[in-house]
């Protein structure tokens, strides 16, 4: 494994960047420029490719790609025949690529910044595998980051392995041994971060601010991000399903203990009240409402494991420019 020292020594090596893309005609020039911009003037040392993996848009993208990747051959593009999601799309860029050192996500709209990435490379000693950039300010509502706040402690409690630091994402710099090691192990649905950091617990930490997105909206809706964060907790932590347990476990010994008092104080107390009708009513509702819960985290969990036992076919490449 080289310093970074000997890499400037007479080694040069490439950077591979991933960008995932769906109807971001007014974007994607403004990303590879912003690119070129960043490696020609803050990493001229190195070599770069910088992948571009349409999901299948229905706009101008792709022509607009086709058309950069026919003026620069460091700009190769990847179109899909449908959309498969952004962890999928990632996931098959990276299949593709050929550097020492690889950035699985720079998005089309720039909110997270190329301009971090030299900042990543300086941060990528000898005794460190991957830097993740950490977003320390996002403009969302206080809900959002409520929410957010509460799912990266939940990943963070999980019972093995390693997990991403908390407001990580898929904006980090690995080495290509992760890389290479994340795509011997994305199943069906990757949790790009979760595999990365997974790998290694060789990392360090680069904060950034979230950009705001120029052009255009996003196209990640409330229920993809609900989906998405699905996918990362039942493939990453092992608390919530040991949670349903121990809560079962304790539920049950609390409705035990409270029918044998029950039944104590029918037999020897005096009992005066009324029958408690309204008590029954809501412990059933609350223990009903407390096992539906459980059996839909439980029917993720299954969902998870159907969807890599017998996995959907991947899509087909319709084109692949410069490569």
């Known amino acids: 494994m080289k310093s970074r020292s000997s890499w400037k020594a007479g080694l040069t090596m490439k950077i591979s960047i991933v960008t995932p893309c769906f109807n971001e005609e007014d974007n994607v020039e403004l990303c590879a420029a912003e690119v070129v911009r960043v490696m ?45 999601g952004p962890f999928r799309n990632i996931a098959n860029g990276l299949r593709h690529t050929s550097g020492d050192l690889v950035v699985p996500f720079v998005p089309a709209d720039l909110q997270d910044p190329p ?26 509502s206080f809900f959002l980051k409520l929410a957010r706040g509460a799912y990266y402690a939940l990943v963070k409690s999980n019972g093995g392995g390693g997990t991403p630091p908390p407001h990580a994402g898929e904006f980090l710099l690995a080495r290509r041994q992760v890389i290479d090691a994340v ?59 040991r949670l349903a347990l121990i809560l079962g476990i304790l539920l049950s010994i609390g409705g035990i203990v409270t029918g044998l008092v029950n039944v104590g104080v029918f037999l020897f107390g005096s009992v005066t009240a009324s029958p408690g009708i309204p008590t029954l009513i809501v412990g059933m509702f609350l223990f009903g409402g407390i096992q539906l819960f459980f059996i839909g985290l439980i029917g993720e969990y299954v969902t998870s494991i159907h969807s890599e036992v017998s996995p959907r076919p991947r899509m087909v490449e319709t084109a692949k420019l410069n490569f």
Not at 42 to 70: G, M, Q, V, W
Not at 212 to 240: E, I, M, Y
């Open 183 to 241: 795509i011997g192990a994305a199943g069906s649905y990757p949790y790009i971060r979760g595999l990365v950091a997974q790998t290694t617990e060789r990392f360090a930490t680069v904060a950034y601010a979230w950009g705001v997105r120029q052009h255009g909206k996003s196209r990640n809706s409330l229920p993809d991000l609900v989906d998405q964060a699905l996918n990362g907790l039942v493939t990453t932590a092992k608390a919530p399903i």
């Open 40 to 84: 020609s003037e803050e990493l001229p040392d190195y070599e770069y490719e910088h992948i571009f993996c349409d999901n299948a848009s229905s706009d101008r993208t792709f022509e607009k790609l086709k058309s950069l990747a026919a003026h620069d051959s460091r700009i190769k593009v990847i179109l899909n025949s449908r959309n498969v």
């Open 115 to 140: 301009g971090v990435i030299p900042q990543m490379v300086a941060a990528l000693t000898e005794h460190v595998d991957v830097v993740y950039g950490v977003r320390t300010s996002r403009r969302e």
